[in-house]
């Protein structure tokens, strides 16, 4: 089983920019895709973004593309969010998660096998 911790979130002004890391351990963090979500209080978990087992394979939701960067150091049983130019928009709870299998087959939340805690990124205005 995998435990997944995030880190990193915090309070930044509109235009700023945070980085949040999950450190997996528990199982070989090498061999799977993993995913940031996120999930604003009264809204649904949305998808973020996503990364291939060896980070060749990157996706993004429309909204993140061109401020938001994944990557993962498999070395360190880490993946990253580069979270830059934040909106107040991007505020909310953000989770990463780990698919089974080792490409994204999946943007759905119900297709992650297990979950961080989560942190929390707030935007100010």
């Known amino acids: 089983q995998v435990q997944l911790v995030e880190s990193g979130g915090g309070l930044v002004q509109a235009g700023g920019s945070l980085r949040l890391s999950c450190a997996a351990s528990g199982r070989t963090f090498s061999n799977y895709a993993m995913g940031w979500f996120r999930q604003a209080p009264g809204k649904k978990r949305e998808f973020v973004t996503a990364?291939?087992?060896?980070?060749?394979?990157?996706y993004y939701t429309d909204s993140v593309k061109g401020r938001f960067t994944i990557s993962r150091d498999n070395a360190k049983n880490t993946v990253y969010l580069e979270m830059n130019n934040l909106k107040p928009e991007d505020t909310a709870v953000y989770y990463c998660a780990t698919q089974n299998t080792p490409v994204v087959t999946t943007i759905d939340p119900t297709g992650f096998a297990s979950w961080g805690q989560g942190t929390q990124v707030t935007v100010s205005s």
């Open positions: 990364i291939s087992w060896n980070g060749d394979r990157a």
